[in-house]
């Protein structure tokens, strides 16, 4: 069975860094890409950055300079380091699994990332 | 950017109903659009890509079309589990967007 679980979300003031992990079970983790995309306001969804299987990276315009999409397949693993947050980083931060090129077939459940002094 | 708009927000409709949701992108995305189901407390749910493939283990009873700027989500037979928020997204280029979403209630 596909997982996807993310962690590493809390609440930082603004200017602050964050580190999300997503960690994979269950299918061959190396084979895919990856992204993350978060959720604001409870509604509105937004991809946020991807990176393919063979590491190149990609990232949306609101958050390229600030956050690095990372990968380390010997642990199955996902990242995010997020720096320089804003207030309007704040959402609920998912990993998802690529099925086909902009397709995601396979979500975490979310990690929640605050960012308010 | 390419920009994503769905119609409408809201919609209340009573199980057994046949419902219709609409996507609309601000430029040619061809087919390359994906629905998501979405439940509160949950991730979303990928339902159709391609504009009109059914994703595995999806019921027949959802079914997409279209293609260029204008795409639809019907949802015929409507069941007491498909009242959930639904989700368009573009995939034709790389900044990948998604709709506002549409929330289908129970009449």
């Known amino acids: 069975e596909v997982q996807l679980v993310e962690s590493g979300g809390g609440l930082v003031q603004p200017g602050g860094s964050l580190r999300l992990s997503c960690a994979a079970s269950g299918f061959s983790f190396s084979g895919y890409d990856m992204h993350w995309v978060r959720q604001v306001t409870g509604k509105r969804l937004e991809w946020v950055s991807g990176?393919?299987?063979?590491?190149?990276?990609y990232y949306s315009g609101s958050v390229k300079g600030r956050f690095t999409i990372s990968r380390e397949n010997a642990r199955n693993s996902l990242y995010l380091q997020m720096n320089s947050l804003r207030v309007e980083d704040t959402g609920l931060y998912y990993c998802a699994r690529e099925k086909m090129t902009g397709v995601f077939d396979y979500w975490g459940q979310g990690t929640l990332v605050t960012v308010s002094s | 950017d390419i920009q994503m708009t769905q119609s409408p927000s809201t919609l209340s409709a009573s199980v057994g109903d046949r419902v219709t949701i609409t996507c609309r992108a601000s430029q040619s995305i061809s087919t390359f659009l994906a629905w998501y189901q979405q439940k509160p407390g949950k991730a979303p749910n990928l339902l159709i890509y391609?504009?009109?493939t059914l994703q595995s283990r999806v019921p027949s009873r959802f079914s997409g079309s279209g293609s260029g700027t204008e795409f639809t989500l019907t949802i015929s037979n409507l069941q007491p589990d498909d009242f959930a928020t639904y989700y368009c997204?573009?995939?034709?280029?790389?900044?990948?967007?998604f709709g506002q979403g549409t929330k289908l209630e129970i009449k």
């Open positions: 990176i393919t299987n063979t590491a190149d990276t």
């Open positions: 391609k504009a009109s």
């Open positions: 997204q573009q995939y034709d280029t790389y900044l990948y967007s």
